[in-house]
């Protein structure tokens, strides 16, 4: 089975690679990047005026099976990956119940496999039940196929618990993935604290609560050796922290999510609980710092925390309701039009922040299109227009704060090991 | 001249002609409370849902009361928030409400932002804010500037203390925006730890000293202070509160002579105020609960009646 995609700018950053292309792909792999003929047999798609990038990678996302298949399930959870031109998805372990022990991680890809859509990667529980206490078998786990151990949603509160899982996980030398947050100085805060809070009336949460975790597992790190990956960066501060520990050679990465460059506290109007997540919304300052560290490079990766919600869980007053919103649908567009179209970062950077750099980070062999690789790209139309739309999402979720935004540039053709699995109808 | 909302949800955003039309009209209506009978025909018919998730007496009996006093049906719904299970969400037993036409509902919640979330499901009557979390309390900082006017005239010019827990505090928001709104000048005053750092920037001047919030104050507005909430502690003891932040007789000679003191109740004598000074020449605690009834109405009459006669 071939699949020749012809007449693209295909941009691929791990071979330097940036010029109108033809792509072939042949029994799942990539098997020449060129001026090439059809060959017989092989399927011809014209992506001229389009962008050909190897596959995106989205490294955080919430998929909510096994135990809460009423939000999301594997199988919506891919297809809305699909559509949103990734080929490859990290899954958080905070489903019920908690991924934190070979089975429930076998159980995961075999359900991913039924879907038969993206490659999905699970990632392990640090501790038992993500309580904090004891550490999981994540031996175990990495050996049924787990690609790094995180309690997201429910972060390690225990500094000497955090260390010691930064240790062992250096037998398998996967990253430790932290959701960033003191739990006492948070003090169940349900929106940054600021003047936006204060007008709110709203719970405040400290940015300190992000910061201080980030210093921690920065110190932990350096100590113990050990790869440490902060999950949805979100403070001006935090990145400074990062950046100079970056500098010091300390093994630290970080991702920043498309609502934390895009979006401030002030955005949250009439108390909309499609704006409440975590890390909450932060400043303006943030946001600039955000658009810094992407283009200096201080910032790894993009990834959506792609949290997905019945409209039960966010249909309540906004400090009881839900934290969390989807973002598969909508990441690329929004990053094609606020960060490509708007001048902050080339589209080498674009596809080095959303496919090469999660994968190896994750070390997931993907994030290329050199001769032999998987054969899973992305191609995007740059100038494709759409206003968001939920209701028309692949996902369960419609918990989306980008509601009625115009972007420009869309993808339009999603291929995994060499199949289609998303293309968008031409407008 | 009907309002310019169909519902009162807050302070902030409210224009000043609406906040005008409410205190004269309450002015109106303040006559009623006088007469042998008292009470006026205005809203009969008309039925208004009290629905209440935090424990209430003042406000709850305040707008039964002034909605009697219209002739309109009121009914209360008290939902109990202790328990575990939570039952039924607040949009379910709304629109359940809602299905019984009242005209408006009255909503106290401990969640900010409920009543917002209440407008947006009823699409028939009105909502009326009666207190949603930190947040707001509208009628209660109608009923201080009708307390104020009553005794100073004006509110332009005015420096207004508000003392003691300003960061869970509704009453302190609501009277921020409505007081500078009107001219005053708001000092805020309470230990850091329940102020927010941002405070100042909704228009108020900040200190942790009480004795520069009193200076030359013509008006003291003292707040109820808890020394625990959620498990977290703000200060060390009650005494030490005091000693700071109390208002004693001694500290209200720093005051302008005829400043007056208010309070939104309940009081913690002893805790933020000297007993004598609650209840001493100065302290309009007791006006104030009067007031709310004749704000109230007004609040009540304008939603329904004045829009209805235009019409």
Known sequence: MSLLLRGGRVVDPSQDLDRRADLLLEDGKVVAVGNLSAGKGHEVIDVAGCVVTPGFVDMHVHLREPGREDKETILTGSRAAAAGGFTSIVCMPNTTPVNDNAAITRFILERAAEAGLVNVYP??????????????????????????VTDDGRPVQNSQVMRRAMEYARIFDIPVMDHCEDLFLAAGGCMNEGQASTRLGLRGMSRAAEELHVVRDIILSRITGGRVHILHLSTRESLDQVRAAKAQGIRVTCEVLPHHFTLTDDDIQDFDTDFKMMPPLRERADVEAMLEGLADGSIDCLATDHAPHTRLDK????????????????????????????????????????????????????????????????????????????????????NCPFRGWELRGAPVLTVVGGRVVHRQESA | MPLSSRHLLGIEGMPIGDIELILSTARSFSEIATR???????????????????????????????????????????????????????????????????????????????????????????????????????????????????????????????????????????????????????????????????????????TFHLEEALADADVVMMLRTQRERQNEVFFPSVREYFRLFGLSRERMRATREDAIIMHPGPINRGVEIDPDVADGDHSVILNQVTNGLAVRMAVLYLLLGAGEEES
């Not at chain 1, 969390?324 to 970062?345: D, F, K, S, Y």
């Not at chain 1, 674009?350 to 992305?378: C, H, M, Q, Y």
């Not at chain 2, 039952?87 to 917002?116: C, F, K, Y």
């Not at chain 2, 707001?136 to 508000?162: F, N």
Request: hydrophobic fraction near 40%; charged fraction near 25%.
């Open chain 1, 123 to 148: 990632t392990g529980a640090i501790t038992l039940g993500s309580r904090g206490e004891q550490l999981a078998e994540i031996g175990e786990m990495h050996a049924a196929g787990i690609v790094a």
């Open chain 1, 315 to 398: 249909e309540e007053p906004f400090e009881e309701a839900a934290s969390g919103v989807i973002g598969m649908e909508t990441a690329i567009p929004i990053c094609w039009e606020h960060l490509v179209r708007a001048g902050v970062v080339p589209v080498p950077r674009l596809v080095e922040l959303f496919s090469l750099n999660p994968s190896r980070i994750l070390k997931l062999g993907k994030g290329t299109l050199a001769e032999g690789a998987d054969a899973d790209v992305t191609v995007i139309d740059p100038d494709r227009r759409q206003v968001v739309d939920p209701s028309r999402f692949r996902s369960k979720g419609r």
């Open chain 2, 36 to 206: 042998p009978i008292k009470k006026v025909p205005t809203l009969r018919g008309r039925s208004i849902i009290n629905l209440f998730y935090e424990a209430s007496t003042r406000t709850r009996s305040s707008f039964e009361i002034a909605a009697k006093r219209l002739s309109a049906d009121i009914l209360n719904f008290s939902v109990s928030t202790s328990s575990v299970g939570k039952g039924e969400t607040l949009v379910d037993t709304a629109r359940n409400l809602e299905s019984m036409s009242p005209e408006i509902i009255v909503l106290r919640h401990q969640a900010a932002g409920a009543p917002w979330l209440l407008a947006e499901t009823c699409r028939e009557c009105s909502i009326v804010n009666a207190g949603d979390g930190m947040h707001e309390h509208p009628t209660q900082a109608l009923l201080d500037a009708y307390t104020i006017l009553e005794r100073k005239g004006s509110i332009r010019d005015l420096k207004v203390a508000i003392v003691g827990d300003i960061s869970h505090s509704r009453v302190a928001r609501s009277n921020t925006y409505l007081l500078t709104k009107m001219g005053a000048r708001v000092w805020i005053c309470g230990p850091p730890t329940l102020i927010p750092l941002e405070f100042g920037q909704l228009g108020a001047a900040v």
